[in-house]
């Protein structure tokens, strides 16, 4: 498949690094022509005269710009070919509206993971996608990590627990570290135990047959140091904290 993509930063250069370990070809058209060449140099792929020329070339066109440049960046355009999007807060009704026709259109909401190819990204798409429309949009979203099929009604849900939760997790993370550098270690030994940990942790539950709970309950002795900590946790109250940030998160999201 030869795919377009209109707005190239940080989210869909990283998913231009996952495009190339695929067999699809990759052109792209940015905020000018000048920024075309000089991200098609840095990315070593090719760039189209304008964003109608790219439209005209492709088969599937990609959009990376930011929500708010959507109806500028489509309103001159005329775009007859499936188009999927990865921008936060637009709906595939509005999508729909903005691009005129009744195209095939695919939303996805990946992650900063994509940056190492593994982001965690949700997909789903409009009545006119082809079940093997979706398919090769699966195995794009594949290319830079893993997918998740879910009902677009549950996008902002998403969005808090996989497109903003790294960042909750990161903080999570500097404050073990920090409890580690009260105690004595380096800054740098501290994060590097609490993230190969955490990593760990999250493998071990992917890849085992446990819940969280059950390794909650085999770290936690009885009457040892776990169980000490972990009750202290609750006394702060980590689980209603955790669950009203995700409320917070989830209620922003809807106002976009
Ligand atoms: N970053 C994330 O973690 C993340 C996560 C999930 C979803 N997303 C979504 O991904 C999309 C891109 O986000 P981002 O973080 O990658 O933003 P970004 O780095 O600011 O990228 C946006 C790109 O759009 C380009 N652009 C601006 N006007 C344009 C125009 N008229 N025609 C073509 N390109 C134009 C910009 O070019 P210049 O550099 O030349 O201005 C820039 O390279 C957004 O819709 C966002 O909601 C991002």
């Known amino acids: 498949m030869k795919i ?7 989210m869909a250069s990283a998913i231009i690094q996952g495009l190339k370990t695929t067999d699809h070809e990759v052109i792209i058209s940015g905020s ?13 792929v090719a ?15 990609i959009l990376g710009i930011k929500p708010q440049m959507f109806e500028k960046v489509l309103a001159p355009l005329s775009i007859d ?4 999007s990865m921008a936060a807060g637009i709906t595939l009704e509005r999508l729909a509206s903005m691009s005129k026709q009744d195209l095939p259109l695919i939303r996805i909401m990946p992650n900063i993971n994509a940056q ?10 409009n009545e006119h ?3 093997d ?15 998740f099929v879910i009902a677009e009604k549950d996008f902002d849900t998403f969005t808090a627990l996989a497109g903003s939760s790294p960042a909750y997790i990161y903080l999570f993370i500097e ?30 539950l992917i890849e085992g047959s446990d819940t969280p709970h059950d390794l909650i309950d085999k770290i936690c002795s009885p009457g040892g140091t776990t169980i000490a900590g972990l009750l202290d946790l609750e006394k702060t109250g980590l689980t209603a904290s955790v669950i009203s940030s995700i409320d917070a998160t989830i209620e922003k999201a809807k106002q976009l």
Do not use: W
């Open 4 to 10: 377009g993509i209109i707005g190239v930063g940080k």
């Open 32 to 44: 000018s022509l000048a920024r075309s060449k000089e991200i098609a140099e840095q990315l070593e």
């Open 47 to 61: 760039y189209a005269q304008s964003h109608q020329d790219l439209i005209d070339s492709v088969d599937l066109v």
């Open 81 to 84: 070919k499936p188009i999927l």
């Open 116 to 125: 190492i190819l593994k982001s965690s990204t949700a997909i789903c798409a």
């Open 129 to 131: 996608v082809s079940d």
């Open 133 to 147: 429309l979706f398919t090769e949009a699966k195995a794009i979203v594949e290319s830079f990590g893993t997918a």
């Open 175 to 204: 404050a073990l570290a920090k409890a580690g550098v009260k105690y004595g270690l380096p800054k740098d030994q501290a994060l590097a135990i609490v993230a190969q940990t955490v990593m760990a942790s999250s493998q071990n």
